[in-house]
């Protein structure tokens, strides 16, 4: 199985929480806060991310770490039947279906950032909508630049562990941190700014609602990439000697401050020329151009914009290599082929998803229960197989796996202490906790509750 470990502590984190960052904080955070009442939506994001991010997150590190190989070889390790390895296989559908579809809004992220390099994303509203309709409706660019990206993540994946994926993470992750910061400078800066920052800090506790801690809890299990084996598969090039715990907490914690991060850069800048903080999904590419060509002179609006989309295009692009790496891990393993050919078989797969999901939207409608194909594969992943995946690792974990490997691995080998109490907790989280949580957000998503 794998021998292959990430070469340091830093990329080993930065690659892991590349992972989770993604076009999800950036995006689909703000947009939830928005429609969740701000800061008592993000203070109650953050407690589900203590009680039922990390203990999901440590239990997919402690499968794949244990593991030490591909997701399927790793989840029949730890079941102790190859039945248990299917566990992993639906977690590798389920990353190369998401890969196929948020391709298509990675690769709209891709081409706005060379439309605004062009000043082509800059003007009123009635503008700046026709472009993004017209882009969606295209009978071919959407398909096009939706396999340009993916092929993007094929290149930095192919070249392996330490020389691709971490590598690249160490050089993206810190970039992407640094334009996050120059954009909430910008924003921050503008008259009315205040409003937004309020907005994001003061709690108004008549805000939570049976449907706030609903959204809150999905928010906080998918921002950290729970039931892909995105993380099961990342754990098995953990080091021995690298403590989960510790590792747990700091990648919870930048996917955290990624997403906060993202409201500082939003909301200031929304508030300050009057739009709504519930601008919802056209957020990203109707609503803010506007923002930027209200709130800054047209010389300003240019550089910003382009930094704003690079960030996009680069977050993206740490989640998609997440994502590809899972099945060119399994498949090259399992097939017993090289990761060259194991990944060209991944990519092949995402394109065809890629573009029908972007035909789906535009010249060729077509999709089932009266959604399109887009819809469909996401309500697929999103409601059924990360579910799915989360849950049966929880039940794994809790209360299948020897004791003694999991006490094992949470102290590296004994090279950590590890208090009792601690353990309790642990287990009492995975055991009842985390499946509760995830049983909610199913019966919430089929609208049972």
Not at 21 to 28: A, D, Q
Not at 284 to 311: C, D, E, M, R
Not at 321 to 349: D, N, Y
Not at 428 to 448: G, M, Q, S, Y
């Amino acid at each position: 199985m794998s021998q292959v470990n990430f070469g340091s502590k830093l990329g080993m984190i930065l690659a892991t929480a590349g992972s989770a960052v993604g076009l999800g904080n950036i995006w689909r955070f703000p947009t939830t806060t928005g429609e969740n009442g701000g800061a008592a939506f993000i203070l109650v994001y953050v407690l589900f991310t203590l009680l039922l991010g990390l203990p999901g997150m440590l239990s997919e590190f402690l499968v794949g770490r244990s593991g030490g190989g591909n997701a399927m070889h790793s989840y029949a390790k730890a079941g102790g039947n190859r039945l248990w390895g299917m566990v992993g296989g639906i977690g590798m559908l389920c990353s190369a279906i998401i890969l196929g579809f948020y391709s298509v809004v990675a690769g709209w992220c891709f081409f706005y950032l060379f439309q605004a390099i062009g000043d082509n994303v800059l003007g009123d509203k009635t503008f700046i909508e026709s472009e993004f309709n017209a882009l969606v409706s295209h009978p071919w660019q959407p398909s096009l630049i939706s396999v340009l990206f993916i092929f993007c993540t094929h290149a930095i994946v192919i070249r392996g562990v330490q020389r691709g994926i971490e590598k690249a993470s160490k050089a993206m992750m810190p970039l992407l941190f640094v334009l996050m910061l120059l954009l909430i400078c910008a924003s921050c800066s503008l008259p009315g700014a205040m409003k937004g920052i309020a907005f994001l800090f003061h709690p108004d506790f008549s805000k939570i609602t049976a449907d706030v801690m609903y959204e809150a809890i999905g928010q906080s299990f998918f921002s950290l990439s729970l039931g892909t084996a995105c993380l099961c598969t990342y754990a098995a090039y953990f080091k021995k000697e690298a403590s989960l715990f510790k590792s747990s907490i700091q990648i919870a914690g930048i996917d955290c401050g990624v997403a906060i991060m993202a409201g500082l850069m939003i909301f200031p800048a929304a508030f300050a020329v009057g739009l709504r903080p519930d601008a919802g999904p056209s957020l990203i590419f109707q609503t803010l151009p506007y923002v930027f060509q209200l709130a800054f002179p047209h010389a300003v609006a240019y550089v910003v914009s382009i930094v704003f989309f690079a960030l996009l295009t680069l977050a993206a692009l740490t989640s998609t290599i997440s994502m590809h790496e899972i099945g060119t891990s399994l498949l090259s393993e399992e097939l017993k082929t090289t990761r060259r050919k194991a990944a060209c078989i991944v990519t092949a797969f995402c394109c065809v998803i890629g573009i029908l999901s972007a035909l789906s939207m535009g010249p060729c409608p077509m999709g089932f229960f009266g959604s399109t194909l887009f819809d469909n594969f996401d309500a697929l992943t999103s409601n059924i197989l990360l579910p799915f995946g989360a849950f049966v690792t929880s039940l794994l974990v809790g209360w299948r796996m020897p004791h003694a490997t999991i006490t094992e691995e949470l102290t590296s080998g004994g090279r950590y202490s590890l208090r009792p109490w601690v353990l309790r907790i642990f287990f009492f989280l995975v055991r009842f906790f985390v499946p509760a949580c995830i049983a909610t957000i199913i019966l919430n998503r089929f609208d049972v509750i």
